[in-house]
């Protein structure tokens, strides 16, 4: 039912569709996207620890949830530190990288002590000044 | 009672089938995007799995063949066989990331680890599958999954803007970024009509036996089931406007949605949402694994279905043990299901004329259907919906590389 041209297009996308991920030198938009992924992982690690400090979740949930926001932050502190950036905006690139990283730390934390109200209180803080939530 | 108890097909196909993990994606993503201004695509989409479902339960009903067996016979070998493979393709896609979510929500409920949770994940499925009834099955996920409920609580608890909410049911194009609009709209879409609801629910039909007489039955289940299926998918959408947009958060983990549900009601609801993703994802992988075996199998004319022993459907019963073998193979490489559904969805869509044409033309043959062909309504509403298919068909893939799969 489809042509032959139609079957270049399907994969021409597929190698496009594909190719479009964590590559590729850092320019400014993908500084901004990769910031606001940033603040997004922040404001939720934000949540989840609010509902640590009051004791209404359950331990194993904010200690994976917390996992993968954490795994999250890291490989994108990977990223900004290694991937090569356009000069202009290189330093603030590896500013970024640090950010993520300091977020990826807070988030072990929280990680580490998924039962522990005081920790989740300092760290809902911290993580809701770093993403600027409301 | 045995009506009441076949609506069980009904809301199987539309809580483990309408709301799997394509949809507690796109619908939180959406919501988390563009609050409620998407809510308007849910209803579109609604109104077409119930349209096209309509017309698979009735060739069912009054052939006794589901969807596959009736292409193949009326659309010739050539246009059967491109379905089937582009839906074999889209089905293992979608049941290895339903498996993967399944994994994620045992690890989120137990904190056990991920990979095993997989092999646990499939060999529970393998042994349910072998030694359970089509009935039980229904009844066990269709039921369990109707603690996705909690997430119509959530968004109430959470107090949405109801004036907007209402405005997201007229369609509308957004005012900025309508790149991105469309590609969610195009995957909140393909979510809805998904080609292994359509399989699944015929081939049901056909498994519980629907002969003419259940021809209301089957008007029920498509209309009551998907609204239920409905109804939840908005919920979740609305939970992602009042939640994680506020927030300014963009979710990229299943376990995210259940954080929609923590919020507002606690644990209990963060308990509820766990088993609640767990049942309709699990729903979902055993419609998407027999989906992938009755097409097989009708296409091959083999012998299948769960009302018969395996021994009675030999060859059917080792496609579902092989899909299900190769679902581990692709979860176990560390791929993200959520990654991989949003992928599944996009190249569903792609396929999807591939799916409603055939079934269009056999709903429409008088040879076949005799006085059950389509009326008037399902004709008018059969051919909008093909040019909203043939359009979101033509546009899903260059979208998704424009947005980048969504990450704009």
């Known amino acids: 039912m489809t042509s032959r041209p139609a079957h270049g297009l399907v994969l021409v996308s597929l190698t496009l569709a594909f190719s479009g991920c964590n590559g590729g030198t850092v320019d400014r938009h993908a500084l901004t996207n990769d910031a606001s992924t940033l603040d997004s992982i922040a404001c939720e690690g934000a949540l989840l620890a609010h509902d640590v400090a009051r004791g209404r979740t359950t331990t194993y949930f904010a200690r994976e949830q917390a996992e993968e926001l954490r795994i999250q932050s890291s490989n994108l502190a990977d990223a900004l530190s290694k991937r090569p950036a356009l000069a202009a905006i290189e330093q603030k690139v590896r500013l970024k990288a640090k950010d993520a990283a300091a977020l990826a730390a807070t988030l072990q934390r929280l990680h580490d002590h998924p039962s522990d109200r005081a920790v989740g209180a300092a760290v809902e803080r911290s993580l809701k000044k770093r993403g600027g939530c409301p | ?408």
């Open chain 2, 1 to 408: 009672m045995n009506k009441v108890l076949g609506l069980a097909l009904g809301i199987l196909a539309a809580i483990g089938g309408f709301v799997d993990i394509g949809d507690l994606v796109f619908n939180v993503a959406a919501g988390a995007t563009f609050g409620y201004q998407l809510m308007w695509v849910v209803v579109v989409g609604v109104i077409g799995i119930m349209v096209y479902s309509e017309m698979c339960g009735r060739v069912a009903a009054v052939s006794g063949k589901a969807v596959f067996d009736a292409v193949r016979e009326r659309v010739g070998f050539k246009a059967a066989l491109g379905a089937l493979i582009s839906s074999e393709i889209v089905n293992l896609m979608t049941l290895a990331a339903e498996i993967g979510g399944v994994a994620i929500s045992l690890q989120l409920l137990s904190g056990l680890p991920y990979r095993w949770l997989i092999v646990l994940a499939i060999a529970g499925f393998a042994i349910v599958i072998w030694v359970t009834s089509f009935e039980w099955l229904e009844r066990v996920f269709g039921y369990g999954g109707l603690c996705m409920l909690v997430f119509a609580v959530a968004a109430v608890k959470l107090g949405p803007d109801w004036a907007k909410v209402g405005k997201g049911f007229i369609p509308h194009v957004a005012h900025n970024n309508k790149l991105l609009y469309a590609y969610f709209a195009i995957g909140l879409l393909g979510a809805a009509m998904t080609p292994y609801e359509v399989y699944f629910y015929s081939s049901g039909g056909v498994e519980d036996r629907w002969s003419p007489k259940d021809i209301g039955l089957n008007r029920a289940n498509a209309i009551l089931g998907y609204t239920l299926g409905g109804f939840l998918s908005l919920a979740l959408m609305i939970v992602g406007g009042a939640l994680f947009l506020v927030h300014g958060i963009s979710p990229e983990h299943l376990g995210t949605i259940a954080l929609g549900a923590e919020q507002p009601l606690g644990q209990v609801g963060l308990l509820l949402a766990l088993v609640g993703i767990l049942f309709a994802v699990g729903g979902a992988s055993i419609d998407t694994v027999f989906s992938g075996a009755y097409n097989l199998a009708q296409f091959c004319g083999w012998e299948w279905g769960r009302y018969r022993h395996p021994r009675g459907a030999p060859r059917f019963a080792l496609t579902w043990v092989v899909l299900l073998v190769l679902a581990l193979g692709i979860v176990m490489t560390g791929v993200d299901p959520v990654i991989l559904t949003e992928y599944a969805v996009i190249f569903s869509v792609a396929a999807l004329p591939l799916t409603y044409v055939p079934i269009l033309l056999v709903a429409n043959d008088k040879a076949y259907m005799g006085s059950y062909r389509n009326g008037r309504l399902a004709n008018v509403l059969g051919l909008v919906y093909l040019v909203v298919i043939m359009i979101v068909a033509l546009t899903a893939i260059p979208l998704m590389v424009l947005t980048n799969a969504g990450q704009n």
